[in-house]
T-cell receptor, first 114, second 112 residues
Framework: QQQVKQSPQSLIVQKGGISIINCAYE??????FPWYQQFPGKGPALLIA?????SEKKEGRFTISFNKSAKQFSLHIMDSQPGDSATYFC?????????????FGTGTLLAVQP | ETGVTQSPTHLIKTRGQQVTLRCSSQ?????VSWYQQALGQGPQFIFQ???????GRGNFPPRFSGLQFPNYSSELNVNALELDDSALYLC???????????FGQGTRLTVV
């Protein structure tokens, strides 16, 4: 019940296309959902985050869609660029909105082809 | 860059030894969490420190321990190292419960 399931494991997208990564959870106590981007040899970088009182949040080319009833959330990367090639992690906090006690998904390796 | 710095960047230890990893948090952040990231996996929450006290712990044994200092920097100590402890250890700082967690570049620990 404490898991966050992430799919797909890997994704290949053409430059300019839309990258979509999905996550699902079971614990209804989760109430903070960030997405992180990680390049090889680096720590994860916070991209965007959402709380369950909204269904969508957009920052630049990155959008989180959140479906509370389905217990699913997804990351959309619009106009994907080769520089977006990285591993993406969804995460959730079951600790009353705490932003630094996170359960991470297993990651999605994104490759954007030029 | 996040302003969170970790040292050392790489470390090789022998099974059974002890190791100390260090983290300086981002300016203005009073909370530090530590995560373990095995190769090809997502980070796993080890524990969090707030006001120099442990404030939540994940599923890690007591040989994983930590400290937070008055300047909010932190240490992670691991005793009796095992081969499975080989991983990237990440420190993340934040304000208490809000504002997002920001990670350092990590310490790559190899246990041989």
């Amino acid at each position: 019940q404490q898991q966050v399931k992430q799919s797909p494991q890997s994704l290949i997208v053409q430059k300019g296309g839309i990258s979509i990564i999905n996550c699902a959870y079971e614990n209804t106590a989760f109430d903070y959902f960030p997405w992180y981007q990680q390049f090889p040899g680096k720590g994860p970088a916070l991209l965007i985050a959402i709380r369950p009182d909204v269904s969508e949040k957009k920052e630049g080319r990155f959008t989180i869609s959140f479906n509370k009833s389905a217990k699913q959330f997804s990351l959309h990367i619009m106009d994907s660029q080769p520089g977006d090639s990285a591993t993406y992690f969804c995460a959730a906090s079951p600790y009353g909105g705490a932003t630094n006690k996170l359960i991470f998904g297993t990651g999605t390796l994104l490759a954007v082809q030029p | 860059e996040t302003g969170v710095t970790q040292s050392p960047t790489h470390l090789i230890k022998t099974r059974g030894q002890q190791v100390t990893l260090r983290c300086s948090s981002q300016s203005g952040h009073n909370t530090v969490s530590w995560y373990q990231q095995a190769l090809g996996q997502g980070p796993q929450f080890i524990f969090q420190y707030y006001r120099e006290e442990e404030n939540g712990r994940g599923n890690f044994p007591p040989r994983f321990s930590g400290l937070q200092f008055p300047n909010y920097s932190s240490e992670l100590n691991v005793n009796a190292l095992e081969l499975d402890d080989s991983a990237l250890y990440l420190c993340a700082s934040s304000t208490r419960d809000r504002g997002g967690a920001f990670f350092g570049q990590g310490t790559r620990l190899t246990v041989v």
